[in-house]
């Protein structure tokens, strides 16, 4: 197995994003991980949570890492607190979104109050930008202890395969 894929690209989904965040461009292995280290070294942390505050509480874009193998792709990513049943997951036009709900962690206190509370409540959400060597109808997903597993298959087409050479047969 690679780390890093071939072009994959990362996309954001925030009314507030950095200079490097906005410019969405298909890159190759190589540098994506340039642009990735370039962007969490140069924002703020707001900026890497995307800073969104929506109407319904926080959306986080969770952290992923993504694996390449020779007949496809596994996405990782860390939702907590996240149950199979409250994840959207959708595919248009290339591209994958990963959209998350999160019950809320509040519990009922019984007439006490709270002494300090940093479980934060939100959805997640991240989209992905697949290229054309993706099959979509062979996409599968699992949530398991609060990961995410997002497998891409490669269509057949796309896989390495070896082409058996054969002699010329003499008349």
């Known amino acids: 197995m690679q780390a890093m894929p071939g072009r994959f690209v990362t996309m954001t989904s925030s009314k ?20 990735v280290n370039a962007t969490t070294d140069n924002a703020s942390l707001a900026e890497r949570q995307e800073d969104l505050t929506t109407p319904q509480g926080w959306q ?3 952290d992923a890492d ?13 939702v907590p607190g ?18 998350a709900k999160v019950s809320s962690r509040h519990r009922t206190l019984n007439g006490r109050r709270w002494f300090v509370h940093e479980y934060g409540v939100g959805d997640y959400f991240r989209s992905f930008e697949l290229d054309n060597t993706i099959d979509p109808q062979g996409i599968q997903a699992e949530c398991t202890d609060g990961v995410l597993r997002i497998t891409l298959p490669k269509h057949e087409t796309a896989r390495p395969r070896r082409i058996e050479v054969r002699d010329r047969a003499s008349n």
């Open 66 to 78: 993504i694996i390449r193998e020779n007949d496809q792709f596994t996405i990782l990513m860390d």
């Open 60 to 62: 986080y874009r969770p």
């Open 82 to 99: 996240v149950q199979s049943g409250d994840i959207d997951l959708q595919i248009d036009r290339g591209v994958l979104t990963v959209h």
């Open 16 to 35: 507030t994003k950095s200079t490097n965040e906005k410019a969405m461009t298909t890159t190759n292995s190589n540098t994506i991980e340039t642009k």
